[in-house]
């Protein structure tokens, strides 16, 4: 006989966690599903870097080391963080030869400070610990170490079974992550855009001397290196984390890694590297759920979204999801009417404001004149870790440096015209090609 809910919460990461929390708060009866047997351990690759000062996923989060506080004063939402921390300034992206486009100069930063900083480095095992023991402390039953390999909607209740038993809840609340089984069940996947299968490979590393030590570091560019090389602090004394992605399976990511590092404009930073422990993550991107709703089941976090909702943007998402399926239980709406408040905030602040995709139009230039591009940026950009408003900050600088552009080399004009031009079709027909939808 299934156990009988109000809500069942699937997947206990950053959102999945707060939405539990929230529900047991307002006193719904509650279950958290995680398929691992540790739920605050992190297993995969993750930068666990909060944004904070600056506008991200609707909220302007904001943290107070005295109180061991992360606030979202947007929303009200409060979330205790007790470990180690550092403070991130900007955003440092380098073409292959070395030029950079600098988003908030960490050198005056850093003399500001917390004001100043644009993102913490954290431990995200202990953010998602004291997560946890909210959840435990509101009498949430947390089921560990298990798989969920149905789900049906029957009358008003939604059943799902994993391999000793099932549940029923009147609401279920899918934040299993990127690779979502519950989107793949509920058929979400066959209305998305596949835009590849991503690869990352991971490391943590000492002995780096990057020349911007408390920035979010991306090199881009080159034709024999990876998608993306990026690397950046983490909350550990002298500890960074260099992550090396890309979309075909026929790359050699540690061969990628080891190219970029062997750049004469990059060696010196790599000279006393040493590699202390590697992870990794293999992700199908999508295009974001329109409507993540389905027979009573709300997808929430990255399993809505693509590629990466963030830690901060997975908390408030978990929160609404949350807020919106007590909302719909006291007004007595069992259905789709009940949670509109959190589809109408998904489509205006997530799909509409947050609409990933566009590709990367670097692909379509050369190497000298990805060189060329940014050296115009001559000055220090608004600081930001949101890569939708860093987007923002290099368009508004592209149509100023356009005419400089057209005059000196207007052949990489009609590179950028011929690349702006593209259906979204052209742009990911490659990664198509060599990725595994598994819709």
């Known amino acids: 006989m299934a156990k009988k809910y109000d809500l069942i919460v699937i997947g206990a990461g950053p959102t999945g966690l707060m939405a539990a929390k929230v529900a047991g708060e307002n006193g719904l009866k509650v279950a958290l599903i995680e398929k691992k047997n540790d739920i605050p351990k992190v297993k995969r690759a993750c930068g666990e870097v909060i944004n904070i000062n ?18 979202f004063p947007v929303n009200g939402i409060s979330v205790k963080y007790e470990g180690p921390y550092k403070n991130i300034y900007g955003m440092y992206t380098y073409s292959p030869s070395g030029q950079c486009i600098i988003m908030g100069d960490c050198s005056e930063a850093g003399k500001v400070g917390d004001a100043a900083r ?20 509101n009498d949430v039953e947390v089921i560990q170490g298990t798989f969920i390999h ?34 793949q069940r509920l058929e979400f996947n066959k209305e998305r855009e596949f835009r590849g299968t991503l690869r990352c490979l991971f490391w943590h590393v000492t002995g780096v001397e990057p020349p911007a030590p408390d920035a979010l570091i991306h090199v881009m560019g080159g034709k024999e290196a990876p998608a993306l090389f990026g690397m950046c602090c983490t909350h550990r004394e002298g500890e960074y984390w260099i992550a090396v992605d890309d979309f075909s399976y026929k790359t050699d990511l540690t061969k990628g890694a080891d190219y970029v590092m062997k750049k004469d404009a990059f060696s010196p930073w790599f000279k006393k590297l040493k590699i202390i422990r590697t992870t990794s993550c293999v992700g199908n991107l999508y295009s974001p759920v329109v409507e993540p709703f389905r027979d009573n089941v709300l997808l929430a976090g990255d399993a809505a979204y693509s590629p990466q909702i963030s830690i901060n943007g997975g908390m408030i998402c978990g929160w609404k999801a949350a807020n919106s399926v007590v909302l719909a239980l006291l007004e007595g709406k069992r259905n789709k009417e009940g949670v509109m408040s959190y589809l109408d905030w998904w489509k205006k602040d997530i799909v509409e404001r947050f609409p990933y995709g566009g590709g990367n139009f670097m692909e379509s230039l050369e190497d000298s004149e990805i060189d060329y591009l940014f050296s115009l940026f001559k000055e220090p950009l608004p600081g930001t ?28 004009l009609e590179k950028l015209k011929a690349f702006q031009a593209k259906t979204s079709e052209e742009i990911y027909a490659e990664r198509q090609k060599v990725g595994f939808p598994n819709r």
């Open 54 to 71: 600056e506008y991200s996923w609707g909220d302007f989060i904001n943290f107070n080391a005295k109180r061991k506080l992360l606030n």
């Open 118 to 137: 644009k993102g913490i480095a954290i431990d995200k095992e202990i953010l998602q610990r004291g997560l946890l023991e909210d959840v435990q402390k």
């Open 150 to 183: 149905e789900v049906e909607k029957k009358g008003e209740t939604v059943t799902v079974r994993d391999d000793s038993g099932e549940y029923e809840g009147v609401f279920v609340i899918a934040a299993d992550g990127l690779n979502s089984k519950m989107a």
């Open 385 to 412: 870790l949101d890569p939708t408003t860093a987007g923002m900050h290099m368009q508004k600088h592209m149509m100023k440096i356009m005419p400089v552009i057209s005059d000196e080399h207007p052949e990489i």
